[in-house]
Structures are given as C-alpha cells and as structure tokens.
C-alpha cells in the first residue's frame, strides 16, 4: 500500500497561474482533507471531503477550490496563484468512524513568484 | 469551532532528560486528541492517540495524559535520544462527530546529545 500519495512533489509559478495538486489514497477512507502549512507553522485546515460526493469549507479557502473525484482522488485547484498561497501544501486521509486518526501524504511544496 | 494552543513553542533538553510538551482546547465535545511528529521536510505522522473515556496512554518511551474537566492534554517522552528531536503537533477534534482536526502551534523539540 503507498498510503496517501500527492503529486508533483515541487512547483514553481508565477503570480496569475493556475494549478491543480493531486492526491490519492489506496486505504478505501471515504474522508480526506487538504492542509496548508507555513513556514514554521502549524497545519492549517483549506477543505475536506467526508465522503465521496461532499466537500465543505475549511480555516483557510478562500482562493482554492476542490473536487472529490471519487472516492481515491481529492484535488486542490488555485485558480489564480498569488504569492501568499506560497506554501507546503499536506493531503491526508482517515477512516469515516469518528475519533480516528488522519494519515498524511509526503506534501508538494509550492513556490509563488 | 475548536481552539487548541501549544507550549511551549521550542523546547531544548539534554538526551536522556525528559520532555513535555502542553496543549489547552476549547471544545468540550471534543474527544480525540492524536499527536504528530514532523521531522524536517517530511509529513507528520501519528505517533500516539487518546480518546476520552482514558486519562492516560503508553507506548514505550511515550506517553499522552488527559484531564478532561480542565481541558487539557500532555505527552510526555522519556529517556530523550537526539532521533527525538523534530516538531510535535497536539490536536483535537472538533465536537462529537470527529471529522475535523484542529491542530496546535507545534513544538520544536531538539535533543541535544
């Protein structure tokens, strides 16, 4: 099992660009979350998906929008890259029964110019 | 929503000393507390958890207590090896239902030998 795998790993962009960060899970949880973490920071909650078909809104949305694919897939779209969204961004995912732990991805660290 | 607050942000100690890293939450519903360790450039990963109906876990060098009615949970770790330095995340759910993780600050431990 790879567990939680994102993709790219790094990326450069410049101000105004669009991007889509991708992430898959092979441990069948129906929930997943996207996470940004800034320098020297703690983890910071942008959207999750509690089971295939939902999404809702995190601490931090604004200028970021998801799809749940399917039940393995939970993409992170900027629509508009702006240098403030520069950032490691973590994927994870967790079991639907409540009270359980969430498993991270290796992160894609991204750079906005 | 949840508030959870973390001291101390960095923590230096001799190996073979003890350390103890604090979290305070605001949540009263909350019942899940996982704990993460972030070594530099990698994704946290769980290293030990505790649901409410426990005041205290164990696992080798490591241990979680709870105090429930002051709302506020600890992890201990003993008998401190340099491999132990990295930064540790508390967090803790958000109400009954547990999809939702609110994380600390962090707390950068350093080891030194």
């Known amino acids: 099992n790879a567990g939680v795998t994102q993709t790219p790993k790094f990326q450069v962009l410049k101000t105004g660009q669009s991007m889509t960060l991708q992430c898959a899970q092979d441990m069948n949880h129906n929930s997943m979350y996207w996470y940004r973490q800034d320098p020297g920071m703690g983890l910071r909650l942008i959207y999750y998906s509690a089971s295939e078909g939902t999404t809702d809104k995190g601490e931090v949305p604004n200028g970021y929008n998801v799809s749940r694919l399917n039940k393995r897939e939970f993409s992170l779209r900027l629509e508009s890259a702006a240098p403030s969204q520069t950032s490691v961004y973590f994927c994870?995912?967790?079991?639907?029964?409540?009270?359980?732990?969430?498993?991270f991805g290796d992160g894609t660290r991204l750079s906005i110019l | 929503g949840e508030n959870v607050e973390q001291h101390p942000s960095t923590l230096s100690v001799q190996e073979g000393d003890s350390a103890v890293i604090k979290c305070t939450y605001s949540?009263?519903?909350?019942?899940?507390f996982p704990w993460y360790k972030q070594e530099l450039g990698k994704r946290p990963q769980l290293i030990i958890d505790?649901?409410?109906?426990?005041g205290e876990k164990k696992d080798q060098r490591i241990a979680v207590t709870l105090n429930k009615t002051a709302k506020h949970f600890s992890l201990h770790i003993t008998e401190t090896q340099p491999e132990d330095s990295a930064v540790y995340f508390c967090?803790?759910?958000?109400?009954?239902?547990?999809?939702?993780?609110?994380f600390g600050g962090g707390t950068r431990v350093l080891v030194k030998p």
């Open positions: 967090a803790a759910v958000e109400g009954a239902a547990g999809n939702k993780l609110t």
């Open positions: 505790i649901r409410s109906n426990v």
């Open positions: 949540d009263s519903a909350s019942n899940y």
């Open positions: 994870a995912s967790k079991r639907t029964q409540s009270n359980q732990p969430q498993h």
